[in-house]
């Protein structure tokens, strides 16, 4: 009875020993993690404006830009929002504040803005398509040639046009960190038809 014993306590030990094994046999036969879907919901951005030039003070206009929507997630991008305010007594026309471009134009290269009424703009509803990946095509950048509208304004008024912040597929990194300058040439159109301008711009601030 006692050799019985023994040998069933050996078989018991021996099928737990094997059940281990077999778990971690299980285990290292796993797939690696797809990091893919993590980097994507991870994926944070925040714009601010970190300067603005100012208008001189000959010119009859007050240009003025705020962030509307400062968070770049999987699911949406930045958009920025620029206020022209006629300061004179008369009629004018006005460029907008910023129609597009990159900020590779004026500085560091990695983002485009686009005003939404710019025909080449992505959808208000745009969001990145780089995450997760190096996501760059590399290719030059194919902007549409139209003339830049001006819009008429009346003494004291104001109207507005809203941006949005794009990753630029001509460089390294998506939607890289970092100080973007933007700038372009500001034209105003009097009554009498008189074109004065100035160049004028600003910088943002792109944090994780």
């Given at each position: 009875m006692r050799r019985r014993s023994?040998?069933?306590g050996?078989?018991?030990a021996f099928?737990?020993?094997?059940?281990?094994?077999?778990k971690v046999s299980t285990n290292l036969g796993s797939k690696p993690k797809d990091d893919t879907m993590t980097n994507k919901i991870n994926f944070n951005r925040s714009v601010s404006i970190e300067q603005v030039d100012s208008v001189p003070s000959r010119y009859p206009v007050d240009l003025k830009i705020e962030v509307v929507q400062s968070k770049i997630t999987e699911n949406q991008t930045a958009h920025l929002m620029t206020t022209v305010t006629n300061t004179s007594n008369t009629a004018r026309k006005f460029d907008l504040p910023y129609y597009k471009g990159a900020s590779a134009d004026a500085?560091?290269?990695g983002i485009l803005l686009?005003?939404?009424?710019?025909?080449d703009s992505p959808s208000a509803q745009y969001a990145p398509d780089c995450i997760g990946t190096d996501g760059k095509s590399q290719n030059n950048l194919k902007w549409?040639?139209?003339a830049i509208r001006m819009i008429s304004i009346e003494p004291k008024k104001s109207t507005k046009?809203?941006?949005?912040v794009v990753d630029d597929p001509t460089t390294s990194g998506c939607i890289p960190t970092g100080e973007y300058r933007f700038e372009s040439s500001y034209n105003i159109n009097s009554s009498d038809s008189n074109e004065i301008g100035f160049k004028w711009g600003f910088t943002l601030q792109i944090d994780e």
């Open positions: 023994v040998i069933g050996a078989v018991l099928t737990s020993i094997s059940g281990c094994l077999g500085g560091e290269p686009y005003a939404l009424s710019a025909p549409s040639n139209e046009e809203e941006l949005i």
